[in-house]
């Protein structure tokens, strides 16, 4: 999904392919693939007008699920701001920070609900079709300008 000079991108390094992405009620959507490792890429543009970036430094967070995955990036562009072949800076997430050197990582789950497998199907949010806080499939990127700052010790 791109707004602006901002873009989200779904990778499936098994398949080196980007997912697809569709647009239903003005909500973008992605079509996963059960049980396929994958990878977000969050992109921050060169403004092709001004030749600048929207900002100089940036803090990204990814929410899975409503899950923060448990490290933010951070990006500087004020570098890049004098070579003009650089129109993109890219962060990438692999997955669910478990500790210090170790990723869990980013898996589809099934999307589809299979009842014949499941004895208690009150759990299941197939029945409550109303049920739209879950958060399930939701990818959530925050995206804050960011600044440097002395350490003063």
Avoid at 28 to 53: G, H, M, Q, S, W
Avoid at 111 to 126: I, L, P, Q, V, Y
Wanted: aromatic share 10%.
């Amino acid at each position: 999904m791109r707004e602006g000079l901002f873009e989200v991108l779904i990778y499936i390094p098994k398949t080196n392919i980007y997912l697809n992405e569709k647009e239903i009620n003005h909500i973008p959507y992605c079509v996963a693939v059960a049980n396929e490792e994958y990878i977000i890429k969050v992109n921050i543009y060169r403004d092709l007008i001004t030749k600048k970036f929207p900002m100089n430094y940036s803090r990204i967070g990814l929410y899975i699920d409503n899950i923060d995955v448990n490290y933010w990036k951070r990006l500087d562009m004020s570098e890049c701001e004098h070579n003009h072949n650089i129109n993109c800076v890219t962060a990438t997430f692999l997955g669910f920070k478990k500790s210090d050197n170790e990723l869990k990582a980013f898996i589809f789950g099934n999307t589809m609900h299979d009842d014949s497998n499941s004895n208690n199907n009150s759990n299941n949010s197939t029945n409550n079709t109303n049920n739209t806080n879950n958060g399930i499939g939701i990818i959530r990127v925050d995206i804050f300008e960011a600044e440097v700052s002395q350490n003063k010790t």
